[in-house]
């Protein structure tokens, strides 16, 4: 059993740039969730999905978009990047959506906006 | 407005001694709370995690107290091992917005000196 995937580990974008970043989760987990992690923070939760839909949304604003697919994967998607959009992404997958049980995390993506 | 806070930044302690990590925490509607641990370049394992009904959890070496009263939590880690050179994120889980989240702390640095 592999462990959470992400992909790219590291980025470079300029302000108002759209960026893709992926996850493949742990086969037979059906929640993934995002999170942003700012240098010095603990991780923000963005989104969750589960079963393919989107199940729960942080305070983030519209422009920050995911995507589940049937064979365990997903993606991030932001539009319009800001400076403040650089950090840590992290991708977490869990057997079911309750926030309680034990999620496993990826080593996240190093997102920076110049 | 920080509803989970770890006070502080970093901790030393000395291999086989006691290690105790602190969390308070401000929203009464938490649920449960977790403890993750993060290496460099990894994302966050699970630890342990205490129901809000409890007062006490243990799991081998590492053992999580809840002060309800008091808002507060703590983790126990006894002896204090090298590998448990990590940071250290408290969560909280709480229904809002119309799904559970993930409330986190800002982390605590934990040094074990040889």
């Known amino acids: 059993e592999t462990g959470v995937t992400q992909s790219p580990t590291h980025l470079i974008k300029t302000r108002g740039q759209q960026v893709t970043l992926r996850c493949s989760s742990q086969s037979g987990h059906n929640t993934v969730s995002w999170y942003q992690q700012a240098l010095g923070q603990g991780p923000q939760f963005i989104f969750q999905?589960?079963?393919?839909?989107?199940?729960g949304r942080g305070n983030f604003p519209p422009r920050f978009s995911g995507l589940q697919f049937p064979n365990y994967s997903s993606e991030l998607n932001v539009n319009a990047l800001e400076l403040d959009d650089s950090a840590l992404y992290l991708c977490?997958?869990?057997?079911?959506?309750?926030?309680?049980?034990?999620?496993?995390f990826g080593p996240g993506t190093r997102l920076t906006v110049l | 407005d920080q509803q989970v806070k770890q006070n502080s930044p970093s901790l030393s302690v000395q291999e086989g001694r006691i290690s105790i990590l602190n969390c308070d925490y401000t929203?009464?509607?938490?649920?449960?709370f977790l403890w993750y641990k993060k290496y460099p370049a990894e994302g966050p394992t699970f630890l342990i995690s205490i129901s809000s009904i409890k007062d006490k959890n243990e799991d081998g070496r590492f053992t999580v107290f809840l002060n309800k009263s008091a808002k507060h939590l703590s983790l126990h880690i006894v002896p204090s091992q090298p590998g448990d050179s990590a940071v250290y994120f408290c969560a909280a889980s709480a229904y809002m917005d119309s799904n559970y989240q993930l409330i986190w702390g800002a982390g605590t640095k934990l040094i074990i000196k040889p």
């Open positions: 977490a997958s869990s057997l079911d959506s309750q926030a309680y049980n034990e999620q496993f």
């Open positions: 929203n009464s509607m938490f649920d449960y």
């Open positions: 999905y589960y079963r393919e839909e989107e199940n």
